[in-house]
């Protein structure tokens, strides 16, 4: 009997000894909701263990679904005000109010979708505040320090008491410790966004502001005599706000974000850039005969569209123009124009840019085209025709063309030729063609003559007149009598 024992413990020893093979932890006392810390007085910092930890069955899942071990810890406020959490490193944080099975996540207040082991969140005097320490995996046990702590609201979270800053400023903020105030405005661009720190901005001289962020914060400018909105940036503006601020006038700057997005921000007042408004023409190399279309834009790092402007076509005419509206306009002759935009964004920065317009009408014409109206099979006739020039020398390429019997064009030569300038004169272009048994068959061929530059910088400023159609009568061969006699 002892010596059965003495193996038996042995054995166990052994197990107990062996690689790999660990002893399961106890949990910990506040493994259980309902066994939770009750935390009396702040600030608390106490050393907490997820070694051994559980999930129970009713545990929550709102913060994080897939956690597999918890334990908890509770406070009850002392008053209205915010509250710092941390686990220093450790668990995920998910924060509660409510009874066991019908939890209810405060919003905002679960550092799993933040990604950080701290957090802020608004408390109410009276309300109890459960704290789920969350670990992913039960085996990832660990001893942490878990503080809470209150913290002050920011001390410009009423617009009352908004910070004044001056310009140019970099401005930080946490719209975790912010609050909405009953008489709370609102933002047009992001009406949710009900968390709110203000800055005070009065201008020694006018100038055009830009205010940039970094953080998803909601902004807005107001001007503090009337609260009426100048400008508003929702978080997918990337640029911030702009807006023309006045000597001597008071504007409120408001960032804002609601309860679930809040966070931290940067805040950059700087100079705005100035914009550089100019216009696409099309076609951007006209002639006289071309309506032109000039379709303005701002020019603009911002991404501010125009509003309203004017573009002076530097032939003496100008038109005014609103928004990114196309406007018209032809030229009476040839030259180089200098074309001056001048345009406005919605936000008062103006400015003016010059191009240069090369209006040159390169166009030649087809005349005088002369071929036979009737020919037979094996006949070679000139087919000739002439193209005119008054404008510029050009590079003319006249191509002959035959339709063929599925009704297309196909090129059977061509001829290139210079063609000097000309009030009256013209350049011939000769061809021949050799008919056959097919046209006859066909009992006619249809030619087209197409005169084109040849050149890739311009095209012709009236194709229209480039083409020309005709047709000549195709019979068969002569046929030649048996007895007759060649000389």
Known sequence: MKRTFIATVAAALAT???????????????????????????PFSAKISTVGATKSTDD????????????????????????????????AIGVYTGDRGALALVPGACTYNTG??????????????????IESYAWNGREFTFDLTTIPAAVNDNRASATVTGFPSTLEGDLRRASSEPDELT??????????????????????????????????????ADLSEVDCAGTSDYYGLVFTATAGESYLIRAAQDV?????????????????????????????????????????????????????????????????QA?????????????????TTMDGRTGTTEQVLEVATHDVKLTGLSLPASARAGDTKRIKVSVANTRYDENVRVSLKRKTT?????????????????????????????????????GQVEFKLVAELNRWEYDDAQPADNELVAVTAVHAAARTPANAQIS
Request: with cysteine.
């Open 16 to 42: 107990a000894l062996l690689p790999g093979v660990a002893l399961a932890a106890d949990p910990p006392a506040n493994d259980d909701f309902g066994n939770a810390t009750t935390i009396t007085a702040l």
């Open 60 to 91: 929550p899942t709102a913060c994080h679904y897939w956690g597999e071990s918890t334990v908890w810890t509770r406070y009850t406020a002392q008053e209205d005000g915010f509250l710092r959490v941390s686990s220093s490193g450790g668990p």
């Open 116 to 133: 950080s082991s701290a957090d802020v969140f608004a408390v109410k005097a009276g309300t109890t505040y459960h704290f789920a320490l």
């Open 187 to 224: 933002a047009s661009c992001g009406p949710g966004a009900d968390k709110s720190v203000w800055y005070r901005y009065t201008p020694d001289r006018t100038r055009s502001v830009q205010v940039s962020r970094s953080g998803s914060a909601v902004l807005s400018v107001h001007r503090t």
């Open 260 to 324: 679930e997005q809040a966070g931290q921000f940067e805040l950059n007042l700087v100079n705005a850039p100035a914009i550089k408004p100019s216009a696409y023409a099309t076609p951007d190399r006209p002639s006289v005969f071309d309506d032109v279309q000039f379709s303005p834009y701002a020019g603009d790092p911002l991404n501010r569209a125009l509003v309203s402007g004017e573009i002076q076509f530097g032939d003496g005419a100008t038109t005014p123009f609103t928004g990114t």
């Open 327 to 343: 406007v018209g306009h032809r030229y009476a002759k040839d030259g180089n124009y200098t074309v001056r935009v001048t345009g």
């Open 406 to 442: 599925s009704g297309y064009y196909e090129e059977i030569g061509y001829l290139t030729q210079r063609v000097a300038a000309s009030p009256t004169g013209k350049v011939e272009f000769p061809f021949a063609y050799t008919y056959t048994a097919a046209d006859a068959a066909a």
